[in-house]
């Protein structure tokens, strides 16, 4: 067990691409979420799967962004026609039912030029 | 939705000496679960502690410990006997115990600072 792995740790792209990330959570976790972390800030729900089902998402989440997670394992997270106010850290996190305390990822740092 | 507020943008500490956190939150459930997690610079964030609401014990991880004041909303962590590892991001989460307690609400952090 290696822990909750994210690719890749850096990303910079121009204004208007399309970028995905991804998130390998912990085996044996069924539950995993997405955060954005802005510098001085705490970590700012995005959404959650449990299995493959997305059971919630921020109403502060664009209709620019949309993640997956298909067959429960790994889920992508992809902006699309990125803006410069999406420059952050991309967290994932993963955890068990019936655990309280949820596992991170390293995050993938946007950089949006 | 619940919120989660830390007061403190920065602390700092002597090295071996005591430090304490404060974070309070606002919620109208009865039954939640509250964690302080640690960021340090460039790394991944891990869990310091955590506390069920229901229980009234403080919790205690070594050298780290609580003080949970459930009526007062207060959630305070503190650190003795500082060490220059404890350097870091700390912020303070909540998560509802209920059936729709999926997600967590994080504060804004305090930076500590050990100073040897």
């Known amino acids: 067990d290696t822990g909750v792995s994210q690719n890749p740790r850096h990303k910079i792209t121009k204004r208007g691409q399309n970028v995905t990330f991804r998130c390998d959570p912990i085996s044996?976790?069924?539950?995993?979420?997405?955060?954005?972390?802005?510098?001085?800030?705490?970590?700012?729900?995005?959404t959650y799967f449990q299995n493959e089902a997305q059971l919630e998402k921020s109403r502060l989440l664009s209709d620019r962004?949309?993640?997956?997670?298909?067959?429960?394992?790994?889920?992508?997270?992809?902006?699309?026609?990125?803006?410069?106010?999406?420059?952050a850290m991309?967290?994932?996190?993963?955890?068990?039912?019936?655990?309280?305390?949820?596992?991170?990822?390293?995050?993938?740092r946007l950089t949006v030029l | 939705a619940q919120t989660v507020t830390q007061s403190q943008p920065e602390m700092s500490v002597q090295e071996a000496e005591t430090v304490t956190l404060s974070c309070t939150y606002d919620t109208s459930e009865s039954d939640y679960y509250l964690f302080w997690y640690k960021q340090p610079p460039s790394r991944q964030m891990i869990l310091v502690i955590r506390q069920e609401a229901y229980k009234q014990q403080n919790a205690t991880e070594n050298r780290f410990s609580?003080?949970?004041?459930?009526?007062?909303?207060?959630?305070?962590?503190?650190?003795?006997?500082?060490?220059?590892?404890?350097?870091?991001?700390?912020?303070?989460?909540?998560?509802?115990?209920?059936?729709?307690?999926?997600?967590?609400?994080?504060?804004?952090g305090t930076s500590l600072t050990v100073i040897p």
């Not at chain 1, 962004?65 to 990125?82: H, M, N, V, W």
């Not at chain 1, 993963?94 to 596992?103: A, C, L, M």
């Not at chain 2, 609580?66 to 006997?81: H, M, P």
Request: net charge neutral; aromatic share 18%.
């Open chain 1, 90 to 108: 991309y967290l994932c996190a993963s955890r068990s039912t019936g655990y309280n305390e949820q596992f991170f990822g390293p995050g993938t």
């Open chain 1, 65 to 87: 962004f949309s993640a997956e997670r298909p067959k429960g394992s790994f889920s992508t997270l992809e902006i699309q026609r990125t803006e410069q106010g999406d420059s």
């Open chain 2, 66 to 108: 609580v003080n949970f004041q459930k009526a007062a909303k207060s959630f305070s962590l503190k650190i003795s006997d500082s060490q220059l590892g404890d350097a870091a991001m700390y912020f303070c989460a909540y998560r509802s115990a209920g059936s729709t307690g999926n997600q967590f609400y994080f504060g804004t």
């Open chain 1, 28 to 46: 044996e976790h069924n539950r995993l979420y997405w955060y954005r972390q802005t510098l001085g800030q705490g970590p700012e729900f995005l």
